[in-house]
């Protein structure tokens, strides 16, 4: 099956920096990348998604860029606020409609 | 639209204690998952419905079982409760027509003691 491997763990940045993300998948027949924010005690929200016949796809300060050679893709955030700070996950889904979502990433972004 | 709801928002149980969770949407979404998040593990999915009438295992399914009731409604059950069944349990469903977003429920946070 699929398996999403997320880094880093944790990460913090100063308010206005820019904020990387990066996850590799293993299944290469995944054609689906949805990137989910979770604040302390709510849902998953998606914040961004791209398919595999995208490489690129932006929504203003948000960003999602895909390697299908190299099997990795990357959330980038810039200038960065406080109400940044949450749990992010990626994960990939091929056929099935069947999602595997990473470990996730705690972000801070510090005054 | 109420989306994804779930019942009940949370829940003690003592070991060997049994216990159905309840997931209902109204977006008329054809598939339905069940995933379990504990601390530095993510979501992982523990059964999936792709549409009313069938149910599949996912990654983490011993101890649980569900019932596709109909297109709206996606129940958990667990049967005898353990320790390792501590963990918040999110519904989300999605159209199931392709892989597109999957909407979430607001989450069940299950102790068992």
């Known amino acids: 099956g699929e398996n999403v491997e997320q880094h880093p763990s944790t990460l913090s940045v100063q308010e206005g920096d820019s904020a990387v993300i990066k996850c590799t998948y293993s299944d290469s027949a995944s054609n689906y990348f949805p990137w989910y924010k979770q604040e302390l005690g709510k849902r998953p929200q998606l914040i961004i998604d791209?398919?595999?016949?995208?490489g690129e796809k932006k929504d203003q300060r948000i960003a999602v860029t895909l390697n299908k050679t190299a099997k990795h893709f990357s959330l980038h955030i810039t200038e960065t606020q406080p109400e940044d700070s949450a749990v992010y996950f990626c994960a990939a889904a091929g056929g099935g409609n069947k999602l595997t979502f990473g470990t996730g990433t705690q972000l801070k972004v510090e005054l | 639209n109420a989306g994804v709801t779930q019942t009940p928002k949370f829940q003690v149980l003592k070991t060997g204690q049994s216990m159905t969770l309840q997931c209902a949407q109204d977006?008329?979404?054809?598939?339905m998952y069940w995933y379990r998040q504990d601390p530095g593990m993510g979501l992982r999915l523990i059964y999936y419905s792709a549409s009313e009438g069938t149910t599949d295992k996912g990654e983490v399914p011993n101890g649980y079982n569900v019932s596709r009731l109909n297109k709206r409604e996606f129940s958990l059950r667990l049967e005898s409760a353990a320790p390792s069944q501590t963990s918040v349990y999110f519904c989300?469903?999605?159209?199931?027509?392709?892989?597109?977003?999957?909407?979430f429920g607001p989450g069940t946070r299950l102790t068992v003691t």
């Open positions: 989300a469903s999605n159209s199931g027509t392709s892989v597109t977003e999957q909407y």
């Open positions: 977006m008329n979404h054809n598939s």
């Open positions: 791209i398919r595999s016949n995208v």
